[in-house]
């Protein structure tokens, strides 16, 4: 796209309203939570979901656009990782994302082994940066991160489960 011209933050009791709504016509077997902006509106989805049986919540985590403009301030980064981490099934970002989520979680109390030189995260493997994320305390049941390119037509991804982890540790 050619960049985001500007972003509305939908006050979070009209957020709630929409999502009651929604919960009580369809009852969802999956949700996919995209961007929030406010600490208030990831309380209310992580409030929504905590009375819901979904079988699949997936989270598409993203605090800085490609282009480089912040979306997610840090506190509200911090909300969601506290609140709605735990309750995903899967949370998918790309490595610079992870790298700036580490970044603003080092601070987070119950966050051991969390790499302490942002020079040396930047110079992470996939791997370490995903089990870094794996170890937070409110960490997520799967996670999947978007690699770079290595060609044009070459990724490198990395998908990792809380079972797959916690069996390698």
Request: charged share 25%.
């Given at each position: 796209?050619?960049?985001?011209?500007?972003?509305?933050?939908?006050?979070?009791?009209?957020?709630?309203?929409?999502?009651?709504?929604?919960?009580?016509?369809?009852?969802?077997?999956?949700?996919?939570?995209?961007?929030?902006?406010?600490?208030?509106?990831?309380?209310?989805?992580?409030?929504?979901l905590?009375?819901?049986?979904?079988?699949?919540?997936?989270?598409?985590?993203?605090?800085?656009?490609?282009?480089?403009?912040?979306?997610?301030?840090?506190?509200?980064?911090?909300?969601?990782?506290?609140?709605?981490?735990?309750?995903c099934?899967?949370?998918?970002?790309?490595?610079?994302?992870?790298?700036?989520?580490?970044?603003?979680?080092?601070?987070?109390?119950?966050?051991?082994?969390?790499?302490?030189?942002?020079?040396?995260?930047?110079?992470?493997?996939?791997?370490?940066?995903?089990?870094?994320?794996?170890?937070l305390?409110?960490?997520?049941?799967?996670?999947?991160?978007?690699?770079?390119?290595?060609?044009s037509?070459?990724?490198?991804?990395?998908?990792?489960?809380?079972?797959?982890?916690?069996?390698?540790?």
């Open positions: 796209t050619g960049g985001i011209e500007h972003l509305y933050d939908i006050p979070a009791e009209i957020l709630d309203a929409q999502l009651q709504r929604v919960a009580m016509d369809l009852r969802p077997d999956s949700v996919k939570i995209g961007l929030l902006r406010s600490v208030e509106q990831v309380e209310t989805v992580a409030a929504l905590r009375k819901l049986p979904c079988r699949c919540v997936v989270m598409d985590f993203v605090i800085v656009s490609t282009s480089g403009a912040r979306l997610m301030e840090p506190e509200v980064v911090r909300a969601a990782v506290r609140h709605l981490f735990p309750l099934t899967l949370v998918m970002m790309r490595r610079g994302n992870a790298l700036e989520l580490l970044r603003l979680c080092r601070a987070l109390p119950g966050n051991p082994g969390l790499p302490p030189a942002e020079g040396a995260l930047c110079k992470n493997s996939l791997a370490e940066v995903a089990t870094a994320i794996m170890r305390e409110a960490g997520p049941q799967a996670l999947f991160l978007k690699g770079e390119e290595v060609s037509d070459a990724y490198t991804d990395l998908f990792l489960s809380r079972e797959a982890f916690t069996e390698a540790e």
